[in-house]
């Protein structure tokens, strides 16, 4: 019987960061389409190359291209693929893959009132001006249409989407319903849970508050009938629900130890966030203020905790009733 991995081809890429290789995968029939495009490297496209002439395929022969979300390693080698006539994503990611006049100064602008709001001190903010070069690592493109919960992938209807926001706002997954088997991204990993990270308001103002959004879109995933998840980074697994409900706990038991550093001493986030992340808070304050303010989100919506506001930052304390 042939199955839908039958017209699923799986292809690695390096990537410079800390989270390793990423994959990438190639559906098979008309147009052949290619999920997630890797980083932007030469490293990484002559890896795509020669595994692509594994199966093959040449990258001319790629016509369409669908993005998990909108990250630098899963965007990149969209700019060196020379006959892609449809790309696809959320429409969350149009912001950070347009990036138009506007776009620099709204991402500076946000993240310097979010932090500041947050405790962050100023020689830590100061760097922010130095942010917008970070996404030179972005490679050149446009999409050339969106796509949305229950759609399906122009030409391959048997994968459907469904929108999984919380890592990134622009986050999808697509499944094969008939197989079980979902290209997930970033979304739900074997090995490593994904920050939930913080983005500027593209639509409306007020800030998302992507920790919430992660536990309802991993819940949801709990309403298909997963068999098998082909992810973005680390091995493929079966074990869904299980992995799902471990990401779950994980996060309760890290916002518990948030809960219990606010009971010793009423704080603000980026001091949780000094004594949660000791090694990591100042360097990679970025992704260590996500994850705190994420819990701290987390709690406040369960009534654990509220939120004072002191001469412009943020303090929490634990609620009378919890
Ligand atoms: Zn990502
Ligand atoms: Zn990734």
């Given amino acids: 019987m042939k199955t839908i991995k039958d017209s699923l081809y799986t292809i690695t890429v390096p990537t410079p960061y800390?989270?390793?290789?990423?994959?990438?995968?190639?559906?098979?029939?008309?147009p052949i389409t290619l999920i997630d495009a890797g980083v932007r490297s030469d490293e990484a496209w002559e890896a795509f190359k020669n595994q692509l002439a594994g199966y093959d395929l040449r990258p001319e022969d790629i016509r369409q291209v669908v993005l998990t979300h909108h990250h630098p390693d899963h965007v990149g080698l969209v700019e060196y693929l020379p006959n892609v006539k449809q790309c696809l994503a959320h429409r969350a990611a149009l912001p950070w893959i347009?990036?138009?006049?506007?776009?620099?100064?709204?991402?500076?602008?946000?993240?310097?009132?979010f932090y500041r709001k947050n405790g962050v001190p100023e020689s830590l903010i100061d760097k922010l001006g130095e942010a917008p070069e970070k996404l030179k690592e972005f490679p050149?493109?446009?999409?050339?249409?969106?796509?949305?919960?229950?759609?399906?992938?122009?030409g391959h209807s048997d994968w459907e989407v469904i929108e999984t926001p919380g890592h990134a706002q622009s986050h999808i997954s697509l499944f094969s319903k008939e197989d079980g088997v979902m290209i997930g991204g970033d979304h739900l990993l074997y090995h490593i849970s994904p920050n939930p990270i913080i983005e500027p308001p593209f639509h409306g103002d007020?800030?998302?508050?992507?920790?919430?959004?992660?536990?309802?879109?991993?819940?949801?995933?709990?309403?298909?009938n997963v068999k098998?998840?082909?992810p973005g980074h680390g091995p493929r697994f079966n074990n869904v629900e299980e992995i799902i409900r471990k990401r779950l706990s994980q996060q309760e038991e890290r916002a518990d130890k948030v809960y219990s550093i606010i009971e010793e001493q009423p704080s603000h986030s980026f001091d949780i966030s000094r004594k949660l992340f000791p090694r990591q808070y100042k360097k990679q304050y970025p992704l260590t203020?996500?994850?705190?303010?994420?819990?701290?989100?987390?709690?406040?919506?369960?009534?654990?905790i509220y939120r004072r506001s002191s001469k412009g930052v943020d303090f929490y304390f634990i609620s009378e009733k919890s």
């Fill in 98 to 113: 347009d990036r138009d006049d506007r776009f620099s100064s709204r991402y500076v602008s946000f993240f310097e009132e």
């Fill in 228 to 230: 098998e998840v082909m």
């Fill in 140 to 154: 050149v493109f446009t999409l050339t249409g969106t796509l949305k919960e229950g759609e399906t992938i122009p």
């Fill in 289 to 304: 203020m996500s994850e705190t303010v994420g819990q701290l989100d987390f709690l406040e919506e369960r009534g654990k």
């Fill in 18 to 30: 800390a989270v390793g290789d990423v994959h990438l995968y190639v559906l098979k029939g008309e």
């Fill in 206 to 224: 007020e800030r998302t508050r992507p920790l919430i959004q992660y536990r309802d879109s991993l819940k949801k995933l709990f309403r298909y």
